[in-house]
């Protein structure tokens, strides 16, 4: 890390909070947002002209403080890092943040949406679902770039060397076509390995 803007972020960013620490907070800003209904739900349709027809997916934004977002995306332990580890380090570290808010998410958003549990869980557990930096577009044109440089990504020079602060975490669950089975977008097939080399996909 280079030019962090001040030294409290510095801090934050490069403290080893493990990762059942970072997922046991995200559990309780979960359970605050939901208790004053904080929480937004979709039931989003796959707008990719490739999808099958009635295709969807669960889609959630859970409210967070910038330290828990800035920590839990972009620091040392957090879930870029994982990423950076390995592909595979970083699908199980995905993984299990969808497992734990599966759990949380699921009643209310089958009593918000009107979507039987038994769909909304097939979603969830789908093996494209992820969390990521909500309304991505614009945090990361608003990040600096260069100021996360760990060899592998540095060679890129693009996306993956900026550090964005979301005020949510979006949670997208996979795409289920009408027959029960997972769709995805064709490039997003390589993800694991986008964001092991570059920080970004």
Sequence with gaps: MTNLFGADRRKRLLEEVSSDALIAQLSIATETALAVKQVEFQWQPAEDK???????????????????????????????????????????????????????????????????????????????????AFDETRVFDEAAPGMLMPPRWRSYAGRGTRLPIASHLDVKGTFIQPSGMDWVDPLKLTRATDLHERGYT
């Design 50 to 132: 490739e999808a099958p027809p009635d295709t969807y997916r669960i889609v959630s934004q859970i409210p967070l403080s910038e330290h828990l977002f800035d920590q839990l995306f972009n620091g040392r332990c957090g879930y870029r890092a994982q990423y950076y580890l390995s592909p595979e380090e970083g699908e199980a570290f995905n993984r299990r943040i969808i497992d734990v808010l599966e759990q949380m998410l699921l009643a209310p958003a089958s009593a918000r949406l009107g979507i039987p549990r038994a769909l909304l869980q097939r979603s969830f557990k789908g093996n494209y679902s992820k969390i990521w």
